[in-house]
């Protein structure tokens, strides 16, 4: 089977999944959300980060309206840390694979040489895309379905989701000193474009605690933070404001 056969046969099978999940009917920007940057570059054709954006969006809502539902007794903080645990990319990619969206994604011939149809940020970001495809498609009742099926068997695992990640947890510790919330800023990009690494560094008020590295902004913004964790909890003696400057007598 060519390579063109087998992206067409695994694209086949994902339609054939979504219309069991969303219903029937075309999903009119279904190859442009698995339309690696990479591809675009080479064809000319849009790729799928317009579309991530706003399934970025719409995933986010659909969480967040499942998760109200579903666990009635938890505060704002704690709904929080869920909807993260559960719109991670982690937890995108953990979906991606177990519908094979990797072999669904167009790639560049350069990218197509190396790890790209694996990796987690490619997949969530693709995820993203479909998302926002199925919305545009099929509407709220659609991205409702498919979010739910995304989900679905981590959605009531309240204890284990309200663990908060690294940029949670820094933003809870700082807040609690009555710092304003933690401000993350890209500081540089290395690589081609398909193989991009982000640079972020994290500010508390004045200070620049830490910097972390990803192949997308938010795995280096997560590394950022747990960075900026370690060192707060380092200090000593742990202040209460992590902007306060150390004193000495």
Wanted: charged share 25%.
């Amino acid at each position: 089977m060519s390579e063109g056969e087998h992206l067409a046969a695994a694209r086949s099978a994902l339609v054939g999944y979504l219309a069991g999940v969303v219903g029937p009917g075309p999903i009119a920007r279904l190859d442009e959300a698995l339309s690696h940057a990479s591809f675009a570059n080479e064809t000319g054709c849009p790729d799928n980060q317009r579309l991530e954006f706003l399934g970025d969006a719409v995933l986010g809502l659909c969480v967040s309206e499942m998760l109200v539902t579903t666990h009635g007794a938890a505060d704002e903080g704690k709904l929080t840390r869920m909807r993260s645990a559960l719109v991670n990319a982690d937890s995108l990619a953990g979906w991606a694979r177990r519908v094979n969206l990797g072999d669904c994604i167009a790639f560049g011939r350069g990218a197509k040489l190396g790890t790209e149809r694996e990796q987690t940020n490619v997949l969530a970001d693709a995820a993203e895309a479909v998302v926002a495809a199925v919305y545009e498609a099929h509407g709220m009742p659609g991205a409702r379905a498919l979010v739910h099926d995304m989900v679905k068997g981590r959605i009531a695992s309240a204890d284990a989701l309200a663990t908060p990640d690294p940029k949670s947890a820094l933003q809870e510790r700082v807040q609690a000193g009555g710092a304003a919330a933690p401000v993350y800023r890209v500081v540089g990009i290395h690589g081609a474009q398909h193989e991009q690494v982000f640079e972020v560094e994290v500010w508390v008020g004045e200070r620049s605690v830490a910097r972390g590295e990803g192949r997308s902004k938010r795995i280096a913004e997560r590394e950022a933070a747990a960075a900026a964790l370690a060192i707060l909890e380092s200090e000593v003696p742990a202040s209460t404001d992590p902007r306060a400057p150390e004193t000495s007598e």
